[in-house]
Structures are given as C-alpha cells and as structure tokens.
C-alpha cells in the first residue's frame, strides 16, 4: 500500500500489525454487516499513521472491498495517510495529532459506561505520543474514572523519525507508570499471538480499573531489511522493495 | 447614557444547560474550569452522573468530549476562553472538527473583562482561531437573554459551535429572539450602520444615542452570530447606510471587523472603522476601564463614527 501511495509509514505499520490483527480479527465484538451496531467494541488507533495495518484488517474482515487498498493517500481516496473517520465510516475516529487518541477513547468509554452498553474500548498508542502532555491527561482521566472497559495498548517499538525513542526524551520505566495512574499493567511479545489473547482476556477480567498492554513490538516487523530501521518510518518502499518485502511477508503486488 | 437593567452571561448559560439536560437525557456536560465558576455548577447538582469536572485538562476535555459525541450524545465543554479555545486549540481542530463531533464549546472569561489576572486569562484571539476551523459554528452574545438563546439554538443541530461569554454582568438588550445566521437590528437608521458584539454592543447603542441627539441615525446591529454570518444585513446596511463602523472586544486585526470589511468590499465597498483591541496583549485593571484604556470607550467609537461621517459628506 505505501509503495503505491508513494508515501506513508511502512515501519510503524508493521509493529502494529500482529495486534491489529489480533483485535480486529479476534478480540473486537464488531459486525461488517452493521458497522454501526451501537453496542460495538470500539478500537482508537491513536497513532493514526499506522493506517494500513488497519485499513488491511478491516477490508479482509469484511468492512470495505480490499482493491481499494492500493488507493491510499491518493486525492480522493477515502484512505487517508491517518484514519479518517468521515471517509471511511468503518474507522471510529480520525486521529494523527499525536497524544489525542487516547482522550477520545476515554470518552467512547465514559459514554458506553453512562450508557450501560457492553461495548470495550481499545486504544493502541505509540511510544512517540508518550512523550505528549495529553496522552498523559487522558490516563490520568482513565484513572480516575476506573474505566474497566478501557485498554490502552503500547506498540513500543522504541523507534521513531531519525532516532531511537529513549535516545531523547526517553520513557521508561514506563509500566510503573502506567501502574502509578492506576492501570492493571501487563508486558508482552507483541508479536507474539498467544500472548496478546491472553493478556486482551486478562483486561476483559479485570474489574475496577482500566488496563494498559505494553507490547514490545519490531519495526518494520516481518521484513528483514525493515525491520528496527528507523530509516523505515516514514518511507515508502520502491517497487523492487516493496517485492522483496510482500514475498517475505507471504504475498504478492 | 442609558440606565439598563445588567444580568450575568454565565447564569443564563447555566439555566439554559439544565434546561437542555432535562429536555434530551443524553446530554453531557464537562468542566475545565477547577473553580465552576463557568456556572455548570447547576447541572452537574442536578444530573451528576452526567456531569464531569475535568478541571486544568481543558485540551483532553475537547478530545474526552469527541468521544462521548460520537457515540451520539450531544456535549456541552466549558472552560475560560483563553484555554478552552487556546490550548484547546489542536483537540477542538482534530478530536472536534475534523471528526465533526456534536460539541459544543460554551467559553467563558472572553475579552478583556477578565480583568484583574490581566493578558494570561484575557482571550483576544478565539473568534480568529474558532471561526477559521472547518465546519464550526461560532457565536457571541451580548446578553444574558441571547445567551440562552444560543445555547439553545446550538442543540439544534449536529455538528460543532463555539460560544463565547463575557465574565462581567452585561446589561439586557434584546428579548432573546436570536436566530442563528441572522443580525438583529436594535436601532434603525440610515446614516451609518454600527456592527457590534459582546460586550460592546451596550456601548454601540450609547454612541447611536449620542449621534442621534446631534441629528445623525445610526442603525444598530447585533452581530452575535459570528459564524455563519448574515451577509445580506452588512450588503443591506452598507448599500443603505454608506458607511460602517464595528466594535469588538477582540484583536481587531482578525475578528468582527476584518470580517465586516471582507463582506462588503466584495459587493458593496464602503468605509468601514473598525473598534477594538490594537495588536497587543492586556493587563491587569478594573474591567471596564480596561475598555476604555484599550481605545473601546464609548467617546473613542464615537470619535471613529464621525469620522466616518466626514468620509461620507454627510457632516463637515
């Protein structure tokens, strides 16, 4: 999809992907026939430019026709380079400014809980947002309303744009910090499927607090010559990469 | 000038939002403000369960507000102007507009009536900031009884607004009959038209006063529906006055007059002054001489509408 949008975030796409899939093919009570079922699990994709992992998903679970995948970030496109949630109804919320998604999803889950309606909220952040002031109001509002049908889920992958995320303004320990805003606190493989389920069916148990999965993730999961190169971040492949890449991955252009 | 009976902006929003949570169970309202003095206060006595204190996260407030509007509940965020739309910023673009999330953003503590905590707490740039964004509304009334009215009108559609409230008492002007896209005319006239918001309107039918005593009519013209604007009322007046003179309590560089200006020169150019605040930060003072400190005294607007007269010929 990057290689033909000529843009976009092969890296971080990648990290996250294993756990898209894991969500969006397993854990999330969501119907393609009715997108709009009001008691839906909902998921915040909070890193917004991990968009192909999710426009992926979604199209292979029924929500949209996959051949408009290579369509991404072309005018007109409902794929945008971030989610869009007025192009592509199937995605909840548009997000990219970094640190907003995790409010919003606070806020789906505040109004599910006011609601009475079953549906969970599921955020996946990046470890690049962790660094903003709002990703860290949210969790504090999480917190505070004990939001049990709430998970935040971590891709850290601890790279980003030119650099490795702790060679600045770095965020660990960053389970004891999550433990400190009141969030039962797991750490996993992130590409790992057994452990994912088991840690989503943890935070489906757990009463009384939100929860927070810290999956470490490989960027550019899956390729060889992506993967944990932060150069992947925000490139896309030529085509001969792109080949290379999709036959490693088990597909095809 | 006119002796006129003042009430608080703030009282009328609260009425009206315990109104608004008895007539539609789905309505939320959160705070940022730490103190309620944005006067959610009633709502949250009387619906707790939907009322949520948020106090100091006035950007995560717009971001929680997305996601409860778009699970289909109408919300109502509240905070001082200054960080409602100005850290709000960023959230109210992506998490509000850009979703367009059923929220509805009733700012309090706009202009320089703040007073005393001086430039940090006296917001002179919202109407620039709010009115720019895609798809938001934007509103600001000038009394007690319009404010009622516009937080009512707001609930009337789907989609995002922006209204901003004076924190001092403002004296009552209209009956509240305020329509959403529509100038409300409170003086006739045909020798110059005055535009004004807020704050400023009490002083706009001061001055049409005053010039009406030296034989001139000012038509009066209560702007409070910012977004969308009445385009038809400023071709009206200016093809029927000749010349308009705008009042704000606001950065005059990017608000109501630029406004003004831009509308009119388009089909109908005539000279337009504008009053309001230069392009400069605040400070600490008594409200209401802060106004007249910063050039929005009624003897400056009036200094501005003879001049405009001059232009015009229609006094030497």
């Known amino acids: ?253 | 000038m006119t002796e006129r009976k003042s009430a608080s902006l703030g009282e009328a929003y609260g009425q009206a939002l315990v109104e608004l949570g008895e007539r539609d169970p789905f309505l939320v309202v959160l705070d940022a403000d730490p103190s309620s003095s944005t006067r959610t206060a009633q709502f949250g006595k009387r619906f707790p369960e939907r009322f949520f204190q948020v106090g100091g996260m006035d950007s995560t407030m717009m971001t929680i507000a997305s996601g409860l509007a778009l699970g289909g509940r109408p919300v109502y965020a509240s905070g001082f102007a200054v960080f409602a739309a100005g850290q709000g910023y960023s959230a109210i673009r992506q998490s509000v507009c850009y979703n367009r999330a059923n929220v509805k953003i009733v700012a309090t503590h706009g202009g320089l009536l703040v007073g005393g905590d001086g430039a940090p707490y006296q917001m002179l740039e919202d109407i620039a900031l709010m009115r720019s964004l895609p798809g938001m509304t934007v509103i600001v009334p000038g009394d007690g009884p319009t404010t009622r009215a516009a937080a009512l009108a707001i609930a009337s559609f789907d989609g995002p607004a922006y209204v901003r409230l004076t924190k001092e008492n403002l004296p009552i002007l209209t009956d509240g009959s305020f329509t959403l896209g529509r100038a409300a005319q409170l003086r006739e006239g045909s020798d110059l038209t005055i535009v004004a918001i807020g704050a400023m309107l009490a002083r706009a039918l001061d001055v049409a006063e005053e010039l009406h005593r030296a034989g001139v009519e000012a038509r009066v013209l209560d702007f409070a529906s910012i977004k969308p604007a009445d385009e038809k009322a400023l071709i009206t007046a200016a093809r029927e006055t000749g010349a308009i003179l705008t009042m704000e309590e606001h950065n005059v560089l990017t608000g109501l007059g630029t406004l003004v200006a831009s509308v009119t020169a388009t089909t109908s150019p005539v000279p337009v002054r504008q009053v309001g605040v230069p392009d400069l930060f605040g400070e600490s003072g008594d409200p209401w001489k802060l106004l007249d400190h910063y050039g929005l005294s009624t003897k400056h607007a009036l200094d501005e509408a003879w001049a405009l007269l001059q232009v015009r010929g229609k006094v030497s």
């Open chain 1, 1 to 253: 999809m990057t290689y033909h949008a000529g843009s976009g975030h092969p890296g971080g796409s990648l990290s996250v992907t294993d756990i898209v899939t894991a969500l969006v093919f397993h854990e999330l009570r969501i119907d393609a026939d009715h997108p709009d079922w009001p008691d839906r699990d909902r998921l915040v994709l909070s890193k917004g430019h991990a968009a192909p992992a999710l426009y992926s998903a979604l199209a292979h679970r029924g929500f949209f026709d996959p051949k408009i995948l290579p369509t991404l970030g072309e005018i007109g496109s409902p794929l945008q380079g971030n989610v869009n949630h007025r192009t592509l109804p199937a995605i909840e919320v548009s997000t990219g400014a970094p640190g907003q998604g995790l409010g919003v999803a606070v806020g789906m889950a505040l109004d599910a809980r006011l609601a009475k309606r079953p549906s969970r909220v599921y955020a996946i952040i990046g470890d690049g947002e962790c660094r903003a002031g709002l990703t860290w109001e949210a969790l504090l509002a999480g917190g505070h309303y004990a939001l049990d049908n709430l998970v935040v889920l971590l891709d850290r992958n601890d790279l980003e744009t030119g650099h490795r995320n702790e060679d600045r303004i770095g965020i660990e320990p960053i389970a004891d910090k999550f433990r400190a805003f009141g969030y039962d606190t797991l750490e996993i493989d992130g590409h790992n499927f057994s452990a994912i389920f088991e840690a989503l069916a943890r935070a489906r148990a757990t009463k009384g607090r939100p929860t927070a999965i810290i999956a470490r993730t490989v960027k550019g999961k899956g390729v060889s010559f992506m993967e944990n190169q932060e150069a992947w971040h925000g490139k896309p492949p030529t085509r001969e990469e792109a080949e290379r890449a999709l036959a490693e991955l088990g597909g095809s252009l």
